[in-house]
């Protein structure tokens, strides 16, 4: 429940545990590279699934091409580009105006689990540091 970030309040209410004792838990069994790995897999299922939307955009405009209905072709063709430019963006392989989001980089990714990692004994402070992170995560991402 709290690698599919369920609030602690809400497992602590389900399980009738105190709050301290979930955050107690958290910071002593959830450990930073399996909640990346979490992350991580999570990421590429999105980005999966919207490849597999690219595709069959892609296969829809290719039919509606030979259709000659040029009003459907155009729509489609703006589909197509906006998803790829998802995609892109998503990946890194487009910079949003020179903007670079170090969120999807493998180096962040072994930053955030490294000081994660080394907060592990200190799990107040670990949970602190990761609402930060998260809290930065937020903003930047609203801004772009």
Same mark, same amino acid.
């Given at each position: 429940?709290?690698?599919d970030k369920?609030?602690?309040?809400?497992?602590?209410?389900?399980? +009738?545990?105190?709050?301290?004792?979930?955050?107690?838990h958290k910071g002593a069994?959830?450990?930073?590279?399996?909640?990346?790995?979490?992350?991580?897999?999570?990421?590429e299922n999105l980005l999966d699934q919207l490849k597999n939307l690219q595709t069959i955009a892609m296969d829809t405009?290719?039919?509606?091409?030979?259709?000659?209905?040029?009003?459907?072709?155009?729509?489609?063709?703006?589909?197509?580009?906006?998803?790829?430019e998802l995609l892109f963006k998503?990946?890194?392989?487009?910079?949003q105006e020179g903007a670079v989001n170090i969120v999807v980089l493998p180096e962040w990714i072994m930053v955030r689990t490294a000081m994660l990692q080394a907060? +592990?004994?200190?799990?107040e402070a670990r949970l602190a540091v990761a609402a930060a992170l998260d809290a930065v995560q937020r903003v930047d991402h609203d801004t772009h």
């Open positions: 429940m709290l690698l369920i609030p602690m309040r809400n497992i602590a209410e389900k399980f +009738a545990l105190s709050l301290s004792s979930v955050n107690r069994h959830l450990s930073a590279s399996l909640v990346q790995a979490q992350e991580i897999a999570h990421a405009l290719k039919k509606a091409q030979d259709s000659q209905d040029l009003r459907v072709v155009a729509t489609l063709i703006g589909q197509a580009r906006g998803n790829l998503l990946t890194g392989e487009l910079a907060l +592990a004994p200190y799990p």
